[in-house]
């Protein structure tokens, strides 16, 4: 979180506020609302005085940028982890898919902002930030590959799947609103599982989506 502007010469203490700054923000912006909550209050909120905020960001944009760094550093992070450490293609995508749900159920909040607000970034934050979603979604278009090279997956657009596999992640958070009461986290969870491999695979019922043994 280095690309806006700041006067403090020590980086370390830089990320540090501004990782304060971002988790006040992402709490006082889903009480109040993006547009009626003040720098003022987010200082209140942050436990950051006033004056010294504006050594740490500019704007509300800058902010709304900084959310979004910090949401794509904890998805990026984590499906590093996922890719790392998985070798076979097909688990390596179904345990992708499951640590994303999970970050986008427990960051719920900071997504459903940044889907909202994105439209008032101006062009240069703006363009990073579709740069970044564009790496993120590529993630998956490389674990896609891999299942077809090896013969799990039948041929199909890449880059169509990997973007509808990353909206049914995210329908959670946007569609909420519809889906609260009528569908809870792991069965969402399992739905979607279902749908991206027994939908891909090349023969029905290779892949058994287990229920989930939490609650």
Request: charge should be negative.
């Amino acid at each position: 979180m280095t690309e806006i502007p700041t006067t403090i010469k020590n980086e370390k203490l830089v990320q540090k506020r501004r990782e304060q700054i971002v988790l006040a923000a992402i709490k006082l912006f889903s009480e109040k609302g993006f547009h009626k909550a003040t720098l003022r209050d987010l200082s209140k909120e942050a436990r950051i005085s006033h004056g010294n905020i504006y050594d740490y960001i500019g704007s509300k944009e800058d902010i709304l940028f900084l959310i979004h760094e910090f949401m794509a550093d904890l998805a990026d992070n984590m499906l590093n982890d996922v890719m790392r450490s998985v070798v076979d293609p097909v688990e390596k995508l179904r345990q992708m898919v499951r640590s994303e749900f999970n970050l986008m159920y427990q960051w719920a909040d900071a997504i459903l902002l940044i889907y909202q607000e994105t439209h008032i970034l101006s062009k240069d934050p703006l363009e990073r930030l579709l740069k970044r979603e564009r790496d993120h979604i590529a993630k998956y278009e490389l674990v896609l590959e891999e299942c077809i090279e090896q013969g799990a997956f039948r041929e199909f657009n890449i880059r169509i799947v990997a973007n509808l596999i990353k909206m049914m992640i995210d329908s959670w958070v946007l569609k909420r609103w519809d889906l609260r009461g009528y569908a809870n986290r792991l069965e969402m969870e399992r739905y979607i599982l279902d749908l991206v491999f027994n939908g891909l695979l090349m023969e029905k019922g290779i892949f058994v989506v287990k229920p989930c043994e939490d609650s």
